[in-house]
T-cell receptor, first 109, second 118 residues
Framework: DAKTTQPPSMDCAEGRAANLPCNHSTISGNEYVYWYRQIHSQGPQYIIHGLKNNETNEMASLIITEDRKSSTLILPHATLRDTAVYYC??????????FGTGTRLQVTL | GAVVSQHPSRVICKSGTSVKIECRSLDFQATTMFWYRQFPKQSLMLMATSNEGSKATYEQGVEKDKFLINHASLTLSTLTVTSAHPEDSSFYICSGGTGTFGSYNEQFFGPGTRLTVL
């Protein structure tokens, strides 16, 4: 599975959009981009995934560049409850998920 | 999303005892279940992958005789930490996967079990 690179930490003011970047320059054609988050002392929570096209659900939007070498997770209106570690994972179908170190997002008042 | 439960949520045991952790998919059938371990301030590390009715596949460096995994049904997997020692103290998390070949690999995670070995 392709390796991902994320900034170790980010801050965001409550109510503003949080844009979390991820680089995955070695992604191959059949690999999806997944985003999970982990709130302190809980199990990871699925956020969104995509293959080529941009995706949006009730939690977030996922923007994937045309060459698929990077992506951005967007939380449109961050709240304090969005404070968590966000993991960007690239994985093929029916493959295991390999968690990196993620981005620690701190949402502040 | 689908729900995965773990029991117990927290366990404290004496060194040398064995501890069993249950992982259940409550509203879906998990074709595959995964067990992870997470030490403080570190990321999740995959320990093993199991398919219902077959032996688990362990990641490199994980002792299969120490961490016994049973996947008896499509809704239940158990992890037994045998002869636990203080260095086994960790946060153990399971997940259930519904992905089949050719589809995306969605996993639903349990809330985790915090094991403390005295």
């Amino acid at each position: 599975d392709a390796k991902t690179t994320q900034p170790p930490s980010m801050d965001c003011a409550e109510g503003r959009a949080a844009n979390l970047p991820c680089n995955h320059s070695t992604i191959s054609g059949n690999e999806y981009v997944y985003w999970y988050r982990q709130i302190h002392s809980q199990g990871p929570q699925y956020i969104i995934h995509g293959l080529k096209n941009n995706e949006t659900n009730e939690m977030a939007s996922l923007i994937i560049t045309e060459d698929r070498k990077s992506s951005t997770l967007i939380l449109p209106h961050a709240t304090l409850r969005d404070t968590a570690v966000y993991y960007c994972i690239v994985s093929g179908t029916a493959s295991k998920l390999t968690f990196g170190t993620g981005t620690r997002l701190q949402v502040t008042l | 999303g689908a729900v995965v439960s773990q029991h117990p949520s927290r366990v404290i045991c004496k060194s040398g005892t064995s501890v069993k952790i249950e992982c259940r998919s409550l509203d879906f059938q998990a074709t595959t279940m995964f067990w992870y371990r997470q030490f403080p301030k570190q990321s999740l590390m995959l320990m093993a992958t199991s398919n219902e009715g077959s032996k688990a596949t362990y990641e490199q460096g994980v002792e299969k005789d120490k961490f016994l995994i049973n996947h008896a049904s499509l809704t239940l997997s158990t992890l037994t930490v045998t002869s636990a020692h203080p260095e086994d103290s960790s946060f153990y998390i399971c997940s259930g996967g519904t992905g089949t070949f050719g589809s995306y690999n969605e996993q639903f995670f349990g809330p985790g079990t915090r094991l403390t070995v005295l």
